[in-house]
T-cell receptor, first 109, second 114 residues
Framework: GQSLEQPSEVTAVEGAIVQINCTYQ??????LSWYQQHDGGAPTFLSY????GLEETGRFSSFLSRSDSYGYLLLQELQMKDSASYFC??????????FGAGTRLFVKA | DSGVTQTPKHLITATGQRVTLRCSPR?????VYWYQQSLDQGLQFLIQ???????AKGNILERFSAQQFPDLHSELNLSSLELGDSALYFC?????????????FGPGTRLTVT
């Protein structure tokens, strides 16, 4: 079967760095994506990794290790507005995109 | 604004009824995806269309059906509605056909079944 695991909640303070991990098990794999969703809003695309390594986009970075079926999203210089849910998603076999259950990030002042 | 539009924004209906949700993808995008998100849950992939053809199917109930029209807008039909169908329904679009790196989500339709 196909599954993704990520922590349900993470809490960090403003200005800190936080890492949200994601492990996956899929039949077929094209890449790992990350999305942010604020309460009541739509998911917005953050990053995508198809190859091993680190991708950096401003304060956000994403990492992938295909051999370990593992990735993470790194958020630096946390701001209050980063409080949201973060979903990892796998593009896998059968043209399906599977989303994890989401990690709720609480940023404290 | 992602460029993906969905109507209606809210829908309240009774059990046993049928509703149609509508989605217009971003200009130039050929793929449309439908997702269901129940309260405090993740996104459940329902179905994908590419240029009018069904491309992938997820955990979509037999009571649900979808189609993509020649102008690329898509409709999700939900019938014989049950209380458990109450959820946010998102449509997303992308330019590529297959497994995609980047999907753009519409604002969603909040369906309440009473």
């Amino acid at each position: 079967g196909q599954s993704l695991e990520q922590p349900s909640e993470v809490t960090a303070v403003e200005g800190a760095i936080v890492q949200i991990n994601c492990t996956y098990q899929t039949s077929g794999f094209y890449g790992l994506s990350w999305y942010q969703q604020h309460d009541g809003g739509a998911p917005t695309f953050l990053s995508y990794n198809a190859l091993d390594g680190l991708e950096e986009t401003g304060r956000f970075s994403s990492f992938l290790s295909r051999s370990d079926s593992y990735g993470y999203l790194l958020l630096q210089e946390l701001q209050m507005k980063d409080s949201a849910s973060y979903f990892c998603a796998v593009s896998g076999g059968g043209f399906k995109t599977i989303f994890g259950a989401g990690t709720r990030l609480f940023v404290k002042a | 604004d992602s460029g993906v539009t969905q109507t209606p924004k809210h829908l309240i209906t009774a059990t046993g009824q049928r509703v149609t949700l509508r989605c217009s993808p971003r200009s130039g995008d050929l793929s449309v995806y439908w997702y269901q998100q129940s309260l405090d849950q993740g996104l459940q992939f329902l179905i994908q269309y590419y240029n009018g053809e069904e491309r992938a199917k997820g955990n979509i109930l037999e009571r649900f059906s979808a189609q993509q029209f020649p102008d690329l807008h898509s409709e999700l039909n939900l019938s014989s509605l049950e209380l458990g169908d109450s959820a946010l329904y998102f449509c997303a679009s992308s330019v590529v056909e297959g497994a995609t790196s980047e999907q753009y989500f519409g604002p969603g339709t909040r369906l309440t079944v009473t």
